[in-house]
């Protein structure tokens, strides 16, 4: 039965617009943030058992190692090169100066009494990822993972990129 005359229905694309739009600016503020906690300045070593990262972890604590060298030293600013200049090695976390291994020693114990202050049951659910320059000395490894021990930290990950098996 036909009511008579032609009628164009025009679907209303604002709604779908902003849907796209805000979608579109959450993956980009996160997409920020996960690029915050890792430093280009590292290059991984590599490794035959590393396996990809299977869920980003909300907790997670991200320690970067690099080795303090001449052209480390020239892509920092005047005050981050006064922080590092006389160390071997200079541990960088997302959104704080290049520290030394004694300074990331206290930073590490004031973090983990200030996520266990936060925390409901005193527990302290954080991971700790260590991303090592693929030329850092081992030694300056094990040194930090056992500064964030003595600091309280518990659960701990060791990033490395994949070697392929030829």
Not at 11 to 29: C, S
Not at 47 to 67: G, H, I, M, T, Y
């Amino acid at each position: 039965m036909s009511h008579g005359g032609t009628s164009e229905a025009e679907a209303d694309l604002t709604p779908l617009l902003d849907l796209v739009l805000q979608l579109l600016m959450f993956f980009i503020v996160n997409v920020q943030f996960v690029s915050e906690q890792v430093s280009s300045e590292i290059k991984l070593p590599r490794s035959e058992s590393a396996r990809p990262v299977d869920k980003a972890d909300p907790a997670a604590l991200f320690l970067n190692q690099k080795v303090v060298n001449r052209e480390f030293l020239q892509r920092l600013t005047d005050k981050e090169r006064e922080l590092v200049k006389d160390a071997d090695v200079a541990v960088l976390i997302p959104s704080k100066p290049p520290m030394t291994m004694p300074q990331a020693r206290s930073w590490l114990r004031d973090r983990y009494d200030q996520l266990r202050r936060l925390s409901k049951d005193g527990e302290v659910p954080t991971t700790v990822h260590f991303r090592p320059d693929e030329n850092l000395e081992y030694r300056h490894l094990l040194l930090l993972m056992d500064y964030a021990k003595q600091a309280g930290f518990r659960k701990f990950k060791v990033r490395a990129t994949i070697r392929k098996k030829s």
